[in-house]
């Protein structure tokens, strides 16, 4: 760890701001695509997310359930990939010093609060991963075999609510994150939101 550095480097914040970016489609993911209809129409095109911005060709025809689940495992697994560089980086460069007028509680308080988010974002993906694995369907990432799947519908039972439960307390995380990255930029107007933005 080192205290003289002011500022996360670009790389370490380049990184924060692309795993929040994926965090949140993947849960806007994940809760779309757990309403398709299980047995849906297979097509060879399909209008991205219904929106009527760009229709998408496929060689075989794949029902947008599988689509939208296969898109979840890919964006999942990359951030996976990611977040052991995010982690490895975190360990190298430390972070910066927090500003002299933090109380000691408040900075022990962040300090877990962060172990606490790192240990959710590679648990709640980790989890989904094993759902994955224990369903019929495997993990393909952008199309290129990863894993196979077992079909044991009791594991991916007990995966499939743990991946739910651990999101849920992830989101709680997060939303208590930037209501605290808020707090400093408004209310105690010091220099710890800035410590996390290009300029
Ligand atoms: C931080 C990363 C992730 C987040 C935030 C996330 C979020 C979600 C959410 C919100 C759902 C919908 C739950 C529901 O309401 O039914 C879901 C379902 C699912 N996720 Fe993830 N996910 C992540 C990573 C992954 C990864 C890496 C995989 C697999 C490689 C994965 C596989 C699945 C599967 C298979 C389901 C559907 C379970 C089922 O209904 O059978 N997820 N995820």
Known sequence: MSEAIQKYS?????????????????????????????????????????????????VEAISS???????????????????VVRVYIRIRQGYPAFPASMRDWEIKFSELMHKLLYVLMVAVPLLGAATAV??????????????????DAGLREIFKESHE??????????AL?????????????DEVMDRMLLK
């Open 165 to 174: 439960i651990v999101g849920w307390i992830l989101l709680v995380a997060i």
């Open 65 to 83: 359930r599988t689509f939208y689940f296969n898109l979840h495992k890919s964006l999942g697994v990359t951030l996976l990939l990611i977040l």
């Open 10 to 58: 670009k790389s370490a914040i380049i990184l924060h701001w692309l795993t929040a970016l994926i965090i949140l489609a993947l849960f806007g993911l994940g809760w779309y695509m757990a309403e398709l209809p299980q047995k849906g129409p297979k097509s060879t095109s399909l209008d991205l997310f219904d929106l009527g911005i760009y229709t998408m060709q496929f």
């Open 134 to 151: 224990y369903s019929k369907y495997g993990i393909k990432w952008f199309g290129l075999p990863l894993v196979a799947g077992l079909d």
């Open 177 to 189: 994150h930037v209501a605290a990255a808020i707090k400093h930029k408004v209310v105690d107007k």
